[in-house]
């Protein structure tokens, strides 16, 4: 059966320059729309499955642009019209040795005004399977982080599956909270969780000796969440900025199951690659509950070709993400 | 002699969809740096005028190149770099019936974290001989409204001639003040406003009785600050946003000389065409001290011509201007 | 009370040299999807009316994001994936005196491997108050004629209103009948026609003599189809392919009311205008059903807008119907 | 019978910003070639007439392209691929008032560095049946004059039909020599002039009196160059670079006859107007040779559409020309 | 001696996004012409050979610009105009691991609706040396297939040397026919054949046994086909999508002479690399016909720069072919 | 503190095909500005240095643009507004195997016309610490030889440190005089030079044996050039067009120290890249001036970058190089 799926987050405008010009030099911007779990959101729906996104924005064009965008993928927005305007970032795509670049200038944002008690979490979750949320939203505000804890308790007590993402961007927490503080009260009702060995202390709060394995980290968390049922987490090595090769693993308490390899010898646009990832992992769960290397198959191998596409969206198909997964990779034109 | 001209003022960046597409449909914008005060300093510099133009910018690649353009002209920008961000406006362009149309999202700029005593006024005024400010920058914040009256007495006090455009969008004032409570203080500092009569209450708290000619409301006016020596206005006939005729007049304490009037019958890009009319005036005014029918002439012919040119600033050349003035039209190409 | 609404026909692909480039000249083509009844679907839904789209589209990315791009509208599309090509048609804008240009290449297109009882038409209607179809479809083929006939018989014996553009374009009746041997015997069943009086008797087989007016051609028609309740007209007074005046009228059975005349002076785009028309009448007599006049102007003013909009789908919102109606033309830039 | 047309002179490159930007805005230039007698080349096999084209080009990626555009038309270009340079023209799109611009940087190209003896009129002629050049050619240098009148003489000697447009270019004529010290020695070969009334003294050195209609001045040509069988002439109601009005006439010795006139209402490129004439003028000519009413109304015909298309070269059709001539102009889509 | 080819094919549409976007993202197509044929006849053209190209177009702006484009290479089209359209494909440039996808809808085209008897062969290959053509017409229609067979019966009778590419294109065989029950029909008139070795049953009806070597495998196609003179085959490491090697081998009945290997890092457009090794095989046995190894070097190095170069066509010239064989790669920049 | 740079040199007008486009594929040409010493004066503009460049233009729009450009960075041009024409350069990107490609079109140039006794070097460098000019200028011609002494001379006498980038193009040397017979006279005043072995005996006159090293080279022309206190030279191991790798070394006297080596995987465009060393190692031995290892990492990191970046100039800045340094390669998106 179709699971049905809830996101909830801020979807921003991002301004681009073309052909790999730098901010600079940009006499245009590529405009698209997108955020972690709006990208989440219109993955899932082009894999196939009916997605909600919760979400607030300015009453003018921007924000009616982003909604018709979800909308063209099928995802159906439920958008409050409120307050003054679209978050923003540019993004410089990088090159070789050049690293990308995003400036960020979202705050003062439509979604930034959204408060507990607005939404009406009852009635949007009551026909959903599966509620997924981001370590973005609570980074924003404290009210924000509150308005996530509402939503997750309404969620699960009415039994949805919930996923999150950390998402750990240092630079996005400012008003006076560390990540750890706020973070394991929302993660406490996650069933699946993304996030990388790294994130352990300064996210969770859960202590990390040096040396210490991802298997064991993962172990650590289940513990300090026992809720959580899945752990998963994206390896990337960096060669540069146009290069990298990615694996996966996941962890279901019991093993630690590690991805095929992939090398993206050609990155067109790495943005939203995790969020490719984030989808990639909940259709994989929902399709082959009791397969979890091919979940994680999935979810890497949809990874792998978000690096191949423009825009923060992974534009993949589930016979493409299978494709590749079975082995045939870009080599062959397909006619 | 050339006068050495300071502004004082906004740089916003512009984001426009190109070819006349709406807003909604963009998949692009072109960019563009400008607004009311760097435009007559850029169009002022074009003209062959030493301009400094006092701002602030956020301490990212968008204030950093929004400098650079106006560097590219020759203006000398003195830049307090602080801040979060440049405030932005989208633009989409009108066409035949369907009205141009401005979106913004200004506010929390880094030129609205400037305020008193900030500024060396004293040291920036040295060497200058004109100061030219808008109705823009008090309509912001109270705080820049006072920031404007500080330069205001500093320049009156060491001579400089001043001028200003009461340039009034009712959208910008926000901050709880009428703009009729605010900008008399500021314009009995000035010798040189462009403005309308249909300001003259709203904005300068003047009363106008209905029918009275411009003449007597100018009048009133110089009444009203008697430091004023000469008051412009621009005159748009509207046919649609494709289409306009436009003329001006001039009014000096003892006559109202009225321009030429041209038909703009194939409208590039009507923003900026207020500040094109205030770069000719003041340009008019300097260049021929004892000649303000000339002096207006050639302000409305910069005028017509900013609306055949793409962008914010005016690139028409002295001897463009000329050209038109002496009866040359678009009519012939010239080789 | 919002009328939900249905409407039946075929999307295609328009490619289009930018620029007013000519076919000849292009190195690119923009990219439309749209055709007359798509349009007014899509032109519906940006109005706020909740509408359905029911068409084929070939298994491939063409159909996909040919029903993206109504879903981006909020049009939910119900389509059928069958077939093996979405149709095309090329356009080349025309400029003053060189008449725009369009080259069909829709021949067998998903759409027209449509028959009788694929569709389960009783299911479709069931949710909805009004049905609109146009005379493209009928025109493709006999078969898609007896599939109209299907569709129209159970609109109206499950009550809808139902609206049709005779949409007369005689290079598209090719499969050996005439237009009146097809039309009459599907208009029969409408309350609400957009027609002209130069199809009377080309597509409704109803005689005119010369120098009937359009108040009497009209009062024939009803007597012809007598569930008629309104008939409407746009006319055209053709400048060139840049420049047009249009206005448009309605009759009722009593009076023909007449609309104000808009003139266009600046085209951007003609394709869709009647296509606009035809929406901004549905909502017009859905949102005043008692005042003609008021649903005419809105009408009428809506085409105008369509002019200055790039591809087929007229993008202008209620409100900039309305602001236009009630005066204000595009003359001032709306900040 | 199809005539067999020669003509000789330079290609030039012309790079244009796009979207009548400014050349100081340009990041971008688009690209064409063509100069007055290519164009009439070009012009002439589009409609349908065997043209060979006689130049000289670099032996370069840019001499090439030059060839390839004159090939994809069917032109046979022969050509002498010698000297360091294509000569180059950046136009300046204007608008409204703001005049187009042309600025030349065409010294020193290959084409320049044609002497006498360099080419075998005679082979070129032997399969010929009319001959063009312009005034263009000898303006550029003394031996580019001299190398016209060798080809003028042998042309006259083998029976062909000589057409030339003076062309007159003031700044062009750099090399010591006045336009009315070269030309008459070239003009009396010909058999068809085009050419205005205020050239006669400065090209032709026939004096004209003031007051003079264009009938006595022609008649007057045709007595100093007994030769010429038709003189030909347009004339441009300048309202602006947007906006003209064009018609023409003829003069064959007994009677001057004029065209209808036309509004170019929305000009999109005016830059080889005049050779759509003289290609106009040519076809009809060849075609109507008895009727030249019907060739002046095809030249000016011609002429009108050649404003609405991009490029130096007319792409203007036959039947396109004929349809205009008819009376349909732009007002209606052809589908 | 100069050798005069006659090609004989189809030409298509292609139709791509710019910068590596998806076509489900694409707001507008990059336009070229090109299919295997028309790829070969350009390339030769391009070498400086004289190449004819026997084709069918629709009477439209389409099938007129897919001739021009030709005839700016110097090719000579000899071309139907009939039919109703012009054959397409979406191409998606693949980009790492997402291949690059090619949409046909060239069905019905006016290729199609060429037939035996149509084509004057005797004239078309009086003055011709070599003809080739490809298994993609004789895959299109038993129509196609028997007009092949007409054009090979004369073409051998008259001594042109033939030469095929087998071109295997499963999806295209739809009409009912296995490729082996045709094609051998056909490849017994040539000379020179270009295929692979999997190729051998599915195409020839030539039975492979498990690990033969390509020169048993080509041995046993010169008995099948004793008229072949040389086999040719080209073999591709793929990475992925973005980077290859490649090498070739040709067969001479008696040795199997290798190439030197190259590796393709940045691939810009693989579509046409066939068509430009058999221009290029063509050319180097026209030139070199005694140094089998020279042709294929040549031949193999102009593949490898076709991957370099967007569109269908090879625009690579004999010198920059001739370099890359002598070891200058792209390494250093040619001034 | 910060040393004031002057700069002698010409600017030149590049124009490039978009999107890996050949020259003769190209419908539009992107436009650059630069050349030698004016992408060596921008970048250490962009560094935060203040720089003026000595050169002359055109009294047109392009020399106009040029100057704009590098008032963008701070740049201060001095520029003689004389002769005819900007110079061009017409640029092809190259990719995998096929060779970047530049068509010189730069004779005749207002750069050309300067001579001796123009230029009153006394006043220029009297506020100026260093200058740079390259063996790019004397070149041209004997006069531009003559120039550069004179130059040479008074910044010798007046006190300056003077850097040279010998910039060997043997295609540039067309007056008759070799390279080792001008640049020996010029080198002998410079006190820091960036060359490479292979040219020791063509530009310098300095013998080399085979099998000579770096060092002994390097040292031999400290012998002929006494006042050289650092040699400098780039070494770029080049795979393709499009992956390179690079490193450099300098000798100061004493050793010859080596940097760090850069794989560039992806170039955007190398075109630069030695003007960007010669920025960098100006800056380095600035701001480092007792730690040539930092000077020379801070040098090649600033090359390295530069191949990501479209244009002439160096658009990286002192943070990002150092960044680079400290080992923060592309890898991973700056937020």
Redesign the interface.
Known sequence: MSKRIVTFGEILLR?SP??????????????YYGCAEANVAASLAKFGLPVKFITAVPP???G??SL??L????VEPIAFTQG??LG?Y?F?Q????????????R??SSFSTLRKEMIDWETIFKDADWFHWSGITPSLSLELAELCKEALVVAENMGLTISADLNY?P?LWKYGKHANEIMPNLVQHCDLLLGGIDESEKVLGVKMNEGETEEIVFANWMKAFPKLKNITSTH?M???????SLNASIWNGKELLHSRE???????D??GAGDAFMAGIIYGLITWPDDHQTALEFAVAAT??K?????DIN??TVS?IK??MSG????????
């Open positions: 301004l073309p052909s790999h010009l730098r901010l600079t030099q940009a006499t245009s911007f590529d405009l003018n064009e921007l009616e642009s018709s965008m909308r063209s993928f099928g003054k305007r923003i540019y410089e990088g090159a070789s040795e050049r690293p990308g670049k995003v400036v960020y200038d705050e003062d961007r630079t990337r960096r060669a540069n900025a146009s290069s990298n992939y090398n993206v010898s050609h990155i067109i790495r943005i792998c070709l690096h191949s596409i423009s825009g534009l993949a493409e494709a590749l045939s990779g870009g080599g062959r034109v397909s006619r």
